[in-house]
């Protein structure tokens, strides 16, 4: 597909969001006074897979290796500013208020940075006006043709691998150990703002800060795939309308069986 495109400045895709952040990210955040959340996504990884499935490999990049009951899996953690409503760097005139230091999220939107992920207009906050044919060239036969965003996607991808370690330790320091099933949803943490920052600063500061690891549940809102994992040997955990856990469940679908 070839998309052109050119930012508007209508300020949609600055309202009520789960911005993903670097760790170099989250902690200015954090400073700046802002919220910020750790989402959860498990992934059963019973066996390595074969080096030529690129999917897999994309995953086990951004993921860190735990337990769950005798099954083995791997934890993608996401650091996300939260903020309903308005940005709070979105200024009344609709330009950003950290604008030469937003996130790199920021800087690559409309573009994905998922490399298995199709951009779709259709999927954006940006109005068809700012797709018309003629503006910018942003991609061309399915490839980013802007040198820039490129850059930043690749720059994205990277901080995202080498975050990993960090963000296990801040897991393991804050006894974060639930997250969401691939693909059915995530569990969205919400720690106190100067501990999530204490952590950050100490996973950050001390590379070999010894990790023990607890086991890890699965948390499903659907019984079929809590009763599979258990089947397994895995530790689950069903969240329905009876539950009240210390965490929020964010599903893709509703409940079903």
Known sequence: MDFDFECTMCGKCCHDLRLPLTVTEALAWLKDGNDVQILCEALP???EPPED??????????????????????????LAATHAGACPNLQPDLRCGIYEKRPLVCRIYPAEINPFIPLMPEHKACPPEAWTPGLSPLMRAGNIVDSDMFALIQQSRQADANDVAVKQRVCALLGIHQAGVSNEGFVAHSPDRLDLLTALDQASSEPDLPVQSPDWYFVSNRRATVDVLASVGALSALV?????PAFEYLGFSTASD
């Open 45 to 47: 990884w019973p066996e």
């Open 53 to 78: 499935n690129l999917q897999a490999a994309q995953k086990r990049r951004r993921s860190f290796a735990v337990m769950s009951g005798s099954l083995p899996a791997r934890i993608v953690v996401i």
């Open 240 to 244: 329905d309308a009876t539950s009240t």
